[in-house]
């Protein structure tokens, strides 16, 4: 059975919605064969105190999509003033990650095409 493993790059808030289309017809034409990753940095971070937002990810997540935030971003949009929450108030779904750029080139390494939204 063929593997088809995704890492999409999310760095903008306004990209999210593009990038959970991506995630839904992946796993719409291979199912279970998909593995999706999708990782936020930079201000993109701050769309995990969108309920909108996050209600579209859990429900990705309850079908296997890997979400992941980047504890730079998190960390300097909390020091201005972009973002209320920090890691803890994070989704239970979301893993932090120390750098967004080094889990990325991590992901490639692993195998993983790298999509930009």
């Avoid at 890492?7 to 992946?26: D, F, K, M, P, S």
């Avoid at 504890?71 to 750098?99: C, H, T, W, Y």
Wanted: charged letters at 20%; aromatic letters at 6%; glycine letters at 8%.
């Amino acid at each position: 059975m063929r593997e088809y493993r995704v890492v999409l790059h999310i760095n903008e808030t306004e990209r999210w919605q593009v990038a959970l289309g991506n995630a839904v017809n992946l796993l719409k034409a291979v199912g279970d064969q998909a593995q999706v990753i999708c990782l936020a940095n930079g201000n993109a971070v701050i769309s995990y105190e969108n309920k909108e937002t996050v209600a579209a990810m859990g429900e990705l997540a309850g079908k296997g999509v890997v979400f992941q935030a980047c504890r730079n971003s998190m960390r300097k949009m909390k020091e201005n003033n972009k973002i209320a929450i920090d890691e803890q108030g994070l989704p239970d779904f979301v893993q932090v990650v120390p750098a967004g750029i080094l889990a990325l080139i991590e992901h490639q390494q692993a195998g993983y095409a790298y999509v930009k939204p």
